[in-house]
């Protein structure tokens, strides 16, 4: 159920929102909000199979909550090579899921998510964005599928759908091939400091 049943209020949602990077106590109600806005279906996507184990790049997972701390969206971008050029892998990230609550949907928040996540790419110094997605919604942030015609997901895909968005003029001229997963490994973040193992 939504966490906004009184949204028929909002028409405008830029300022009834905090964007921020994503708590560990938001975690449950993120996964209840992808259920909800994506239905059942989600965890099939091949996007699924580039995220699964995985930790979103550093400061790249995204949560609008409202005045009363309930998650309204969520967005989150993962490390990975946009194919290859010249024999060398090509870093780029990889966006998605977007979501927002079905109530809170039409008043500006997904455009809200998407810019904040796009200034915060840029500004991390990552040279490209990719995305599965719809191009009639995408392509009002910038993205197109102009670069992306050599390269494949690591499953079923439309091409229409795969769209890239260059922050660094070029830096996915030529790329071919799948693109795969770089982030970190889930559960690699607890394991900073040594374990210690008893005998
Ligand atoms: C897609 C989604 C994130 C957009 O968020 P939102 O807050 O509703 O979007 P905004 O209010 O910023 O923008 C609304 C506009 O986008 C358009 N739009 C929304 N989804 C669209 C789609 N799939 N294709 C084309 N246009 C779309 C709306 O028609 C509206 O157009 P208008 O400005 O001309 O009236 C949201 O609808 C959602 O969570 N959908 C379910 C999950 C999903 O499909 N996520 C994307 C795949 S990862």
């Not at 892998?89 to 904040?116: E, I, K, N, S, Y």
Request: proline share 7%; hydrophobic share 45%; net charge positive.
């Amino acid at each position: 159920m939504s966490a906004f049943p009184n949204a028929a209020a909002f028409t405008d949602a830029a300022p009834l929102f905090r964007i921020a990077s994503e708590r560990a106590c938001e975690i449950a109600q993120r996964e209840a909000l992808l259920d909800l806005a994506m239905g059942p279906g989600r965890t099939r996507k091949s996007s699924e199979a580039i995220r699964r184990g995985r930790l979103p790049a550093e400061g790249l997972a995204l949560s609008a909550t409202g005045a009363d701390g309930a998650l309204a969206a969520t967005v989150r971008l993962w490390n990975i090579s946009a194919g290859r050029r010249d024999g060398a892998a090509v870093p780029a990230l990889l966006l998605g899921p977007l979501a927002v609550d079905p109530a809170l949907q039409g008043a500006g928040l997904g455009g809200l998510m998407m810019r904040h996540a796009i200034a915060e790419a840029a500004r991390l110094g990552h040279g490209a964005i990719i995305l599965v997605g719809d191009p009639e919604y995408y392509q009002r942030f910038g993205f197109s599928p102009e670069k992306t015609a050599r390269l494949a997901m690591p499953g079923p895909f439309e091409p229409r759908r795969l769209l890239a968005l260059e922050f660094a003029a070029g830096h996915l001229d030529g790329v071919s091939g799948r693109i795969r997963p770089t982030g970190r490994l889930e559960g690699t973040a607890r394991l900073r400091t040594p374990l210690r193992i008893a005998a």
